[in-house]
């Protein structure tokens, strides 16, 4: 069963905190991880992806990844309110498929 | 520059019509998709297309045809549309099969079927 879990939310953070998203996904052998960023009634929009266990940063936004505990997340510091969407995480490998299994996403609400 | 455009943006019909959506993307890539969002924005992939090749055609009812003329343009038509086919369906597009720097969506079609 291919499989990527995230927590609805809604998460809540203040203005100026960090935002810690979480993803866990199903298949140890998934090689690469994708977060986008979803405003209501818009698409997703590609926000980082990763591919090695550790850190990546891009401005205020970073991946971390942890293969042998199958989760990726997502940090953003200093949160701004338009940073309020929903935050999707794909994982591309899953059950050998090359084809990313999206998340149904995690719902962020930064309030001032 | 549009980089991946949908028409149309918004579409209401009623149940048993036939109705088509376009998909254009002008980043070169060779390979396009289409997914379908529920109310519970769960993202679904429905089918992939590589230089006018279907590669992924998952499980979708029959009255959901995919056709590519070129590696720019995938179309979507739908036949004897249902109640349950109301939902957001996006287009998207990758450098590659495997789309290892993600993918890049249009805005999206709103279906709703009445």
């Known amino acids: 069963q291919k499989e990527v879990e995230q927590n609805s939310g809604p998460l809540s953070v203040p203005e100026g905190a960090i935002a810690s998203l979480n993803c866990t996904y199903s298949?140890?052998?998934?090689?690469?991880f994708f977060w986008y960023r979803q405003y209501s009634g818009k698409s997703p929009e590609l926000i980082m992806f990763?591919?090695?266990?550790g850190d990546k940063e891009d401005g205020r936004f970073t991946a971390q990844l942890n293969k042998a505990s199958q989760y990726v997340s997502l940090l953003i510091r200093d949160s701004q309110p338009s940073d309020s969407a929903t935050y999707l995480c794909a994982v591309n490998g899953l059950g050998g498929s090359y084809i990313p299994t999206f998340g149904r996403g995690t719902s962020l609400i930064v309030h001032p | 520059d549009t980089a991946v455009s949908q028409t149309p943006k918004y579409l209401v019909t009623q149940m048993g019509n036939d109705k088509s959506i376009k998909c254009e993307q002008n980043l070169g890539h060779d390979t396009m998709y289409w997914y379908k969002q529920d109310s519970k924005k769960f993202l679904k992939i429905m089918f992939s297309y590589n230089n006018k090749e279907l590669i992924i055609n998952e499980t979708v009812p029959n009255r959901f045809s995919p056709k590519s003329p070129d590696k720019a343009h995938l179309n979507l038509h739908i036949n004897s549309l249902e109640l349950g086919d109301s939902a957001v369906y996006f287009c998207?597009?990758?450098?590659?099969?495997?789309?290892?720097?993600?993918?890049?969506f249009g805005s999206g079609t709103r279906l709703t079927v009445v």
């Open positions: 990763i591919y090695s266990n």
């Open positions: 298949d140890r052998g998934s090689q690469s």
């Open positions: 998207a597009s990758s450098a590659g099969r495997i789309a290892n720097y993600g993918y890049t």
